[in-house]
Protein backbone atom coordinates (compact mmCIF):
# COMPACT_ATOMS: atom_id res chain seq x y z
CA UNK A 1 0.00 0.00 0.00
CA UNK A 2 1.35 3.68 -0.90
CA UNK A 3 1.74 6.40 1.57
CA UNK A 4 -1.63 7.84 -0.64
CA UNK A 5 -3.80 4.49 -0.55
CA UNK A 6 -2.90 4.61 3.27
CA UNK A 7 -4.41 8.57 3.33
CA UNK A 8 -7.70 7.08 1.09
CA UNK A 9 -8.09 4.44 3.33
CA UNK A 10 -8.18 6.11 6.71
CA UNK A 11 -10.18 9.10 5.31
CA UNK A 12 -6.82 11.78 5.37
CA UNK A 13 -5.61 14.60 3.23
CA UNK A 14 -2.84 13.46 1.68
CA UNK A 15 -2.21 16.53 -0.22
CA UNK A 16 -1.80 18.55 3.14
CA UNK A 17 0.76 15.87 4.52
CA UNK A 18 2.92 16.27 1.07
CA UNK A 19 2.14 19.88 1.06
CA UNK A 20 3.23 20.05 4.69
CA UNK A 21 5.83 16.95 5.20
CA UNK A 22 7.30 17.20 1.58
CA UNK A 23 8.11 13.51 0.33
CA UNK A 24 6.47 10.53 1.35
CA UNK A 25 9.86 9.54 3.11
CA UNK A 26 9.30 11.54 6.32
CA UNK A 27 5.71 11.02 6.58
CA UNK A 28 6.15 7.16 6.58
CA UNK A 29 8.62 8.06 9.69
CA UNK A 30 6.64 10.90 11.43
CA UNK A 31 3.41 7.84 10.90
CA UNK A 32 5.79 5.24 12.12
CA UNK A 33 6.99 7.32 15.25
CA UNK A 34 3.02 8.10 15.60
CA UNK A 35 2.31 4.13 15.84
CA UNK A 36 5.37 3.34 18.48
CA UNK A 37 5.01 6.53 20.64
CA UNK A 38 1.27 7.65 20.77
CA UNK A 39 -1.15 5.63 22.76
CA UNK A 40 -4.80 6.81 24.29
CA UNK A 41 -4.14 5.49 27.78
CA UNK A 42 -3.85 8.85 29.37
CA UNK A 43 -6.98 10.10 27.84
CA UNK A 44 -8.71 6.91 28.68
CA UNK A 45 -7.62 7.50 32.10
CA UNK A 46 -9.42 11.20 32.11
CA UNK A 47 -12.59 10.13 30.25
CA UNK A 48 -12.97 7.19 33.02
CA UNK A 49 -12.57 9.42 35.58
CA UNK A 50 -14.83 11.75 34.11
CA UNK A 51 -12.00 14.99 34.47
CA UNK A 52 -12.60 17.52 32.09
CA UNK A 53 -10.15 19.79 32.20
CA UNK A 54 -7.82 16.53 32.07
CA UNK A 55 -9.50 15.23 28.69
CA UNK A 56 -9.31 18.86 27.15
CA UNK A 57 -5.44 18.53 28.02
CA UNK A 58 -5.09 14.87 26.21
CA UNK A 59 -7.71 15.04 23.55
CA UNK A 60 -6.09 18.62 22.47
CA UNK A 61 -2.76 16.78 22.28
CA UNK A 62 -4.00 13.74 20.32
CA UNK A 63 -5.56 16.42 18.05
CA UNK A 64 -2.47 18.23 17.48
CA UNK A 65 -0.57 15.22 16.42
CA UNK A 66 -2.96 13.98 13.83
CA UNK A 67 -3.30 17.62 12.26
CA UNK A 68 0.19 17.81 11.36
CA UNK A 69 -0.22 14.73 9.99
CA UNK A 70 -3.36 15.31 7.97
CA UNK A 71 -5.33 12.53 9.42
CA UNK A 72 -8.73 14.26 8.91
CA UNK A 73 -10.83 11.73 10.33
CA UNK A 74 -9.28 11.15 13.31
CA UNK A 75 -8.15 15.19 13.52
CA UNK A 76 -12.11 15.81 12.94
CA UNK A 77 -13.28 13.38 15.85
CA UNK A 78 -10.52 14.64 18.20
CA UNK A 79 -11.60 18.43 17.55
CA UNK A 80 -15.12 17.66 18.44
CA UNK A 81 -14.55 16.68 22.00
CA UNK A 82 -11.83 19.02 22.17
CA UNK A 83 -14.39 21.90 21.78
CA UNK A 84 -16.98 20.45 24.07
CA UNK A 85 -14.58 20.16 26.78
CA UNK A 86 -12.20 23.52 25.90
CA UNK A 87 -13.13 25.83 29.48
CA UNK A 88 -13.33 22.98 31.68
CA UNK A 89 -11.61 24.01 34.82
CA UNK A 90 -9.43 21.47 36.80
CA UNK A 91 -12.04 20.07 38.94
CA UNK A 92 -15.02 19.81 36.57
CA UNK A 93 -16.33 16.66 35.72
CA UNK A 94 -17.52 15.81 32.03
CA UNK A 95 -19.23 12.48 31.14
CA UNK A 96 -16.73 11.69 27.32
CA UNK A 97 -17.61 7.70 27.21
CA UNK A 98 -19.42 8.00 24.32
CA UNK A 99 -16.75 10.48 21.99
CA UNK A 100 -13.94 8.46 23.52
CA UNK A 101 -15.28 5.28 22.49
CA UNK A 102 -15.73 6.86 18.78
CA UNK A 103 -11.93 8.00 18.99
CA UNK A 104 -10.65 4.82 20.51
CA UNK A 105 -12.33 3.43 17.62
CA UNK A 106 -10.83 5.54 14.43
CA UNK A 107 -7.49 5.85 16.89
CA UNK A 108 -6.99 2.04 16.20
CA UNK A 109 -7.97 1.63 12.82
CA UNK A 110 -5.88 4.57 11.80
CA UNK A 111 -2.89 2.30 13.88
CA UNK A 112 -3.79 -0.92 12.29
CA UNK A 113 -3.63 0.89 8.45
CA UNK A 114 -0.58 2.71 8.86
CA UNK A 115 1.03 -0.49 10.31
CA UNK A 116 -0.54 -2.03 7.13
CA UNK A 117 1.12 0.92 5.22
CA UNK A 118 4.47 0.80 6.76
CA UNK A 119 4.67 -3.25 6.94
CA UNK A 120 4.88 -2.98 10.75
Known amino acids: ?5 C ?7 YQEAIGRLMNDALI ?11 SLSELETAVKNQDGHEIFERVH ?5 VGNLALTKLYNLA ?6 T ?3 AVGDKY ?3 VEYATI ?7 VSVIKDCLSL
Open 28 to 38: KRLLGKFVSTY
Open 86 to 88: RGC
Open 95 to 97: EAS
Open 104 to 110: ALEFDKT
Open 7 to 13: YATLGGN
Open 61 to 65: ALKGV
Open 1 to 5: MTVQE
Open 79 to 84: SELTEK
